[in-house]
């Protein structure tokens, strides 16, 4: 059990001089004992990287690794006394299920008994204690990560678990399982669990609080819903949500918005910025209006996918494409293709971001 | 009923006909020839007896074969017994990139490139205590090294020169099993605190497996069927402590012209090798594979 903390920058580089050349660029990261974090971003953001270096497995090119205020930065996994869990299956084939689980413990000299009792604890909780006599050459993916995942679970002193995408090689409807039993792990044990992924709805189904990460930077730190109300960047508003904000290039003069050669009136008491910005609205919070309507503009429908629980509406602002979530029961009648709707993209769930970070 | 059945077609038979002609010309046949060697006295090419399996019972008894088939095993089991644990230890020491990679796998493949016979000439020379090198060597340090005249010294040249010969086969297998290794396992082990030790044990030697149980095969059979480097270094010799079974086999289908007992000799001989490959094929895919009980419950 441990507060980690991160001040550091890597590179693979030897001599790194541009951005390009980090895969973490300078940044400052807390995760505090006990909490269930996420790290979220797409393939090749620096997230393994930085998993990598908080279990000891890569050393910092620049910086300090810090637990509790105890700098650990030259320190091997071992003496760090992390778990850590791998995309792909890694169990010892020649052992059985038991001795694979009891491996990590005897490695640190624990009692048999003690062994004993903790594998068949972590053997419970993932429905591995039926398999504990076989061998774990033979068996499925999905059940040699449930062996991984348990040997990442079963030292009961760990400083935290670290998960780099465990559950890429689970069918879904085991992920959604594991992903409950991860969960219920955590408020059973309290150890730090620190998740890895690129699947938004993992990252956010899992996590109290959630790192958005692109390109070596760390965008936003924070709980599922201010990520999804308020992101910090636009990368962030694009990459959450499904679709995601839609992002429209805007300049702004006197009391209007002008998009292309659409002027829009910004509504009364609608705080703004000057200049050229970007505007963010979600999907879910793009409304049918009067194009005639302060802060409404009009659009034209180009497609109405119905997917079941809403439709998806995709439509065409002065050259952008808009989307906007519906109710599937609207009144009177759905729009068609090629219909002129207006579109409330000014309203308090708007944003504005200029140098793709949020202004207002 | 069944009327949804596939037509039989006959005609298919052909499609394999140009690979049971191959097989008959290159295998079965040859081999025929020497089935029927191996019943008959051959006594003058027009003429010859049926013998039945007189020649196989005396090839049975010859003390002779019964001296070199000794040699033979006790040979093959010191060739893998020394090169599969010295081709591991190599191969585990072997860079795994870079530059010193490429260098090393060449160099190491370097002795793999040579010719039987153009290996046991080196030898032959090296071993000289007048002009070469590791004679004259011993010879200085006082160790009356000579391969020509002590059986002993004979048959550990013999031997020295197989490791040096096939122990980088060894080490090159091993080494490709290596890099077959994802990071993941040597990660996981660093995690879970393993010592070196047990990272060979659980994690090199497990995936290693497969190519192990091609090293072993592939060096059994060779070294079983070794000829040429103890025929050009000894001549078999001396007397009889490196004569192995493909000599002992040349010496009488070549020098005796005993064709039939040479011919039920090879049938043995043939035998004994397809049989230890599958005792061996066998044990080494059931080692580790069967289901161990646990220590504890």
């Known amino acids: 059990m441990a507060r980690i903390e991160l001040r550091l920058a890597h590179s693979y580089l030897p001599n ?13 990261l807390a995760f505090e004992d006990g909490g269930a ?17 908080m279990s000891g497995l890569v050393t910092p090119s620049e910086g300090v690794v810090l637990f509790d205020g105890r700098d650990v930065t030259a320190h091997t996994p071992q003496m760090r006394n992390i778990a850590q869990v791998f995309q792909f299956p890694v169990v010892y084939d020649t052992m059985t299920v038991y001795d694979n689980l009891a491996f990590p413990l005897r490695n640190r000299g ?17 429905d591995l204690d039926k398999l504990l006599r076989r061998r774990a050459a033979g068996l499925s993916a999905d059940i040699q990560q449930k062996i991984s995942l348990g040997r990442g679970l079963v ?28 969960k219920e792990v955590h408020s059973e044990l309290g150890l730090t669990l620190i998740y890895v992924t690129h699947d938004q709805v993992e990252a956010l189904t899992f996590a109290d609080e959630v790192m958005v990460m692109s390109r070596g930077r760390v965008l936003q730190v924070g709980s599922p819903a201010s990520l999804f109300e308020e992101p910090a960047h636009t990368f962030v508003g694009h990459f959450i949500g499904s679709p995601g904000m839609n992002l429209l290039p805007v300049q702004i003069a006197g009391g209007s918005v002008s998009l292309g050669d659409i002027h829009i009136r910004i509504p009364a008491g609608m705080r703004t910025v000057q200049g050229a910005i970007t505007l963010g609205l979600r999907p879910e919070y793009t409304q049918l209006a009067n194009p005639d309507h302060i802060g409404a503009a009009p659009a034209e429908v180009r497609r109405v996918q119905d997917l079941g629980s809403h439709l998806l509406l995709t439509a065409e602002v002065s050259g952008q494409l808009v989307k906007a979530r519906l109710p599937r029961d609207l009144e009177p009648a759905a729009p068609e293709p090629g219909d002129i709707v207006g579109l409330q993209l000014l309203c308090e769930r708007t944003r504005f971001y200029q140098n793709e970070e949020l202004i207002t | ?20 002609l191959c097989v008959a010309f290159s295998a079965v046949l040859p081999l025929m020839t020497v089935v029927n060697y191996s019943v008959q006295d051959v006594i003058s090419p027009t003429r010859s007896v049926f013998v039945g399996t007189e020649w196989f019972e005396e090839v049975m008894r010859d003390r002779d074969l019964h001296g070199a088939l000794g040699r033979q095993l006790l040979f093959s089991m010191s060739v893998l017994l020394i090169e599969i644990p010295l081709g591991i230890l190599l191969a585990l020491c072997m860079p795994s990139k870079g530059w010193k990679a490429s260098l090393v796998l060449v160099l190491v493949a370097l002795s793999l490139l040579i010719p039987w016979n153009v290996v046991a000439t080196i030898w032959q020379i090296f071993g000289r205590s007048d002009i ?15 391969y020509a005249a002590n059986p002993t010294h004979a048959w550990f040249t013999v031997l020295l020169m197989d490791v040096w010969h096939w122990t980088p086969l060894v080490a090159l297998l091993v080494y490709a099993g290596l890099r077959a290794i994802p990071e993941a396992y040597y990660q996981a082990a660093r995690i879970d605190g393993a010592s070196r030790l047990d990272v060979f044990r659980f994690i090199q030697l497990p995936k290693l497996r497969g190519v192990l149980m091609i090293a ?35 010496q009488k289908a070549v020098g005796q012209f005993d064709l039939g007992p040479a011919a039920a000799f090879s049938l043995i001989y043939f035998l004994i090798i397809l049989l230890f490959c599958f005792v061996l094929y ?7 594979a069967q289901d161990t009980e646990p220590r504890h419950e």
């Open chain 1, 16 to 28: 790194p001089q541009r951005d390009e050349d980090y895969a973490l660029l300078p940044l400052e």
């Open chain 1, 37 to 53: 974090y996420s790290l979220l971003g797409p393939s090749g953001c620096g997230k393994t990287t930085l998993l990598n270096i």
């Open chain 1, 110 to 126: 624990m009692s048999s008994q003690n062994i004993q009792q903790r594998v068949h604890v972590v053997a419970e909780m993932l």
């Open chain 1, 155 to 182: 030292r009961p002193d760990v400083s935290a678990v670290l998960f780099d995408e465990p559950l890429t090689v689970i069918d879904p409807q085991l992920k959604w399982q594991l992903r409950r039993k991860l």
């Open chain 2, 1 to 20: 009923m069944n009327g949804y059945l596939k037509p039989v077609n006959n005609r298919a038979w052909w499609l394999i006909a140009p690979v049971c």
């Open chain 2, 132 to 146: 070469g090198l590791l004679g004259r060597a011993l010879a200085n340090i006082g160790v009356n090294y000579n």
């Open chain 2, 216 to 250: 072993v095969l592939l060096r059994f059979m060779d070294s079983f069927m070794i000829y040429t480097e103890p025929f050009v270094l000894t001549g078999g010799g001396p007397g009889a402590a490196t004569t192995f079974l493909s000599q002992y086999l040349t």
């Open chain 2, 282 to 288: 066998n044990w080494m895919l059931r080692v580790g």
